[in-house]
């Protein structure tokens, strides 16, 4: 679509019924004719209005067609406050995203409908609430059909949480590999002999790809009216997704212990330290206009996290450890908070652009543009720890800033003892340039640097920098 002020959702484009767009900041979506009438249709029912009055499905208002749109009629959607990916979620967040779309199903379902999908991207936050955000996924559901989705839903959320519930193996960097998510073919190789045995592993991994195998042949037609010979109903949809449902509820894996959950009390702060760290950030928080967005880099057990959410609308924390963001997630969801969206991720190895053209999921930097960031003790984890040029993690924590916004930045000094630990495993003179007077130039150089101040111990130096706009 080469419209002027439009900017097309490049992620959009599997379902050629309806298309999600961007113009003048709102969040569109375009429906034909056949996508146009069914949801007529859907907006009329009381479940899709109890499931909008609850927040369970993103906001959205119909506001008819316009004549420089080649669409049918237009929807314009809520604002999500930051677009994650499910290979970026905790093992609690993913099957809390896959409660919720089992949960929409059999709302519709039971009302008649069904979803044409059953992907994890069709799953977005605010803060630590899911919400189901494909509006153009429902449709009035046929007799004798199965839903199409479940392909979808096992690939990226249920084979997942098989993998890390049963095996204890972390399905980030299997969801990240691809983005259609785990292939039965992949995972079954795992689960043989008595592993077959452990919940939803049968069913809905080794029965479901041998029905693949033998119906590989047969058209959506022919599976139709095979389906319907042999009476399947919405009722035993409906049982289906409940049953499902129950798996999903059982399925469980206690994050594990980290030496990361426990860094505010080993990371070497004083009490005085400490204070004053807080008393800098919380400053830098309010020295300008409220922020829209902060990020929190390597955030650890969320205590900053928790500080800027005080004082901001939206803040993403981002921390490697998936064992340390899932127990901040079960904490943030007990609280109901719904400021902080905790997300897994090596800041060293950033999400990248994936799907079609590398540009179906856009990259993590092409998503921050954060009015603050927050990069506290992370530089030398980056610098150190995984042997990046010290100029270039300068550029990527001011890259991650939009113009006009602030940066907090923490230099830990080389005789700090947490940095001396690093030092201790590489070898002697590898980082000559890895001192305050040159970080301070390199920072200088990207942002104007409003405050600085040395931490009572003197080994560590807190920064906050504007970008230039």
Known sequence: MTISGVRVEPGSFRDPANRVFHRDGDVLRGLNEQAASDYRALAGTAFFRALLAAGKVCGTEQVGSLPDLPWATVLRHERIPFVSHPYEWSFGMLRDAARLHLEVLAEAVAAGFTLKDGSAYNVQWRGVEPVFIDVGSFAPAREGEPWAGYRQFCQTLLYPLLL??????????????????????????????????????????????????????????????????????????????????????????????????????????????????????????????????????????????????????????????????????????????????????????????????????????????ADVVLALALAHHLAIGRNVPLPEVVDCLVGLVRPGGRIVVEFVHPRDPMAGRLLANKPAGLFPDYRPEVFARLLAQRCRIERRLDLPTGTRTLYLGVVGG
């Not at 990361?260 to 004083?270: K, L, M, P, V």
């Not at 064992?323 to 007990?334: G, K, S, T």
């Open 164 to 369: 890390q519930a049963h095996l204890g193996v972390d399905f980030q960097p299997w969801l990240r590999a691809r983005v259609d998510g785990i292939g039965a073919e992949q995972l079954r190789p795992l689960f043989r002999g008595l592993r077959r045995l452990r919940p939803g592993v049968l069913t809905h991994l080794h029965l479901h790809g041998a029905m693949q195998r033998r119906h590989a042949a047969a058209t959506t037609t022919d599976v139709r009216e095979q389906l319907r010979a042999a009476g399947y109903s919405r009722d035993l949809a409906l049982a289906t997704v409940r049953g499902l449902t129950r798996l999903v509820d059982r399925l469980d894996r206690p994050p594990p212990d980290s030496h990361w959950e426990d860094y505010q009390r080993t990371c070497g702060y004083s009490p005085e330290d400490r204070a004053a760290k807080e008393h800098f950030v919380a400053d830098a928080l309010t020295s300008g206009p409220r922020p829209a967005l902060v990020l929190d880099l390597g955030a650890n057990d969320g205590r900053y996290a928790r500080l800027a959410a005080r004082h901001a609308d939206q803040v993403v924390a981002v921390e490697q450890d998936p064992a340390v963001v899932d127990r901040l997630y079960r904490r943030l969801r007990a609280d109901r908070d719904r400021r902080i969206l905790p997300l897994v991720m090596d800041l060293a190895d950033p999400s990248p652009g994936g799907g079609w053209r590398g540009a179906e999921r856009a990259p993590f930097a092409a998503r921050a543009g």
